[in-house]
């Protein structure tokens, strides 16, 4: 006979194995609809496309020059330019939430006339924030040569948008006149990876020796702040997840991110503790800092905090019911992290994460404990792990 814990935890983890497949099958499913959707409005619309329109007003037809070049003509076949695009040959370079993929637009003085971003699933933040920084006027003007050449910073508040956009215009460049460009060093960039992998070791040092990590809190809260939330944005949310799930992991371009994700989920696993909430997430270290201000914490009965720590289960099952039907919008804006790209966040996350901050003053971390999808979703990986089952059965 099976002990309510056993049961519990069987439980426990069967509706996470099935939510997992569940909302995976789903994922891929719609992915897989909405591309052969897009492939049958390409074939019907090639020649009212947005990007042949808007560089070439006067186009009324295209020539496929193998697969090097798509020329541009006029109603009296005239060429007015031609355009490069970077998919398939960039396929596999990947900016925060998909593919990236750009065409670059020339004229007929072989000089760039301008760059888009065509059909993708990129967080709208992120690329909104990206177009709005002027990064596609970036090698305006400039001959194929002379772009490949161009020194392009990445745009701060959409890193990975903006350096997967980069590198999807150089290597296109670099395919079409046959050449590698020489990189120089990204000092800053490796400033900015190098921190936040050192926050990432410090944090396993105590996860590890929490009783020896007490008086370094505080050091390891304000940097993760700082590397991981601001400069790196490198924290797990629904969204990402949920991209992972439907499309695969970019190890390539994510390898950091993904190898935290990893950490978080395997580290409970075999310790039965939580790792990434408790000692990484920059979020929560900013609601633990700002509870820092104040001693004096609202006192919430007991009844109260049962219901509200119930608050987050909800909301994660919501989640996944909306994501099987397909209509959960911007996952981005069912959590505040994005804020700390808060150059690209829309409103509403601005507004969230500042009344989250500024409840924290006076309640202990309330969206790590009452309202935090992403920490659920963490919290029912660590109810999987063997120890409980272990533990639930009783000694003789």
């Known amino acids: 006979m099976l002990s309510s814990r056993t049961f519990r935890y069987l439980l426990n983890l069967i509706l996470l194995l099935g939510g997992i497949i569940l909302v995976t099958g789903f994922a891929r499913a719609n992915k897989a609809g909405s591309e052969s959707k897009q492939i049958a409005a390409d074939t019907a ?25 798509t020329i541009v003509m006029d109603a009296k076949a ?31 003085d072989d000089r760039i006339l301008g760059t888009m971003l065509l059909e993708h699933d990129e967080t709208p933040s992120f690329a909104r924030r990206v177009e709005k920084a002027g990064l596609y006027e970036s090698w305006n003007g400039k001959t194929a040569e002379e772009a490949l050449a161009e020194e392009v910073d ?22 079409y006149i046959g050449q590698k460009k020489n990189k120089k060093a990204d000092v800053w960039g490796i400033v900015r990876t190098g921190g936040t992998i050192a926050v990432i ?7 590890f020796s929490p009783s020896k990590a007490k008086p370094f809190r505080l050091y390891l809260l304000a940097l993760s702040i700082v590397f991981l939330g601001f400069l790196k944005g490198t924290f797990l949310s629904l969204e990402g997840t949920y ?19 990893a950490l978080a989920v395997l580290l409970p696993l075999i310790t039965n503790k939580p790792f990434y909430c408790r000692w990484v997430c920059p979020f929560g270290a900013a609601q633990e800092l700002m509870g820092k201000l104040s001693r004096r914490k609202v006192h919430i009965p007991p009844q109260w905090i049962k219901v509200l720590t119930s608050v987050r289960r909800y909301l994660l099952l919501l989640v996944v019911v909306l994501l099987i039907f397909n209509v959960a919008g911007d996952l981005s804006k069912w959590e505040p992290f994005a804020a700390f790209s808060f150059r690209s966040a829309s409103v509403w996350v601005l507004v969230l994460a500042g009344l989250i901050l500024l409840a924290s003053i006076f309640v202990q971390q309330p969206w790590c404990r009452f309202f935090c999808p992403t920490g659920q979703l963490l919290e029912s990986v660590r109810k999987c792990s063997p120890r409980n089952l272990r533990h639930s059965h009783p000694k003789n």
């Open 45 to 69: 619309l090639q020649a009212f496309s947005n990007e042949i329109t808007r560089f070439y007003p006067m186009a009324a037809g295209i020539v496929q020059e193998d697969s090097t070049r």
């Open 78 to 108: 005239r060429q007015l330019g031609y355009l490069l695009y970077t998919s398939p040959y960039t396929d596999h370079v990947e900016g925060y939430n998909g593919p990236t993929p750009v065409v670059i637009a020339f004229g007929t």
């Open 154 to 175: 990445a745009v701060s508040g959409a890193t990975y948008t903006s350096e997967a956009v980069i590198t999807c215009v150089q290597k296109r460049l670099e395919i």
């Open 201 to 207: 070791l410090i944090a396993l040092v105590c996860f």
């Open 243 to 261: 991209h992972w799930l439907s499309t695969g992991f970019p190890f390539a371009t994510q390898w950091l991110l993904i190898g935290l994700f």
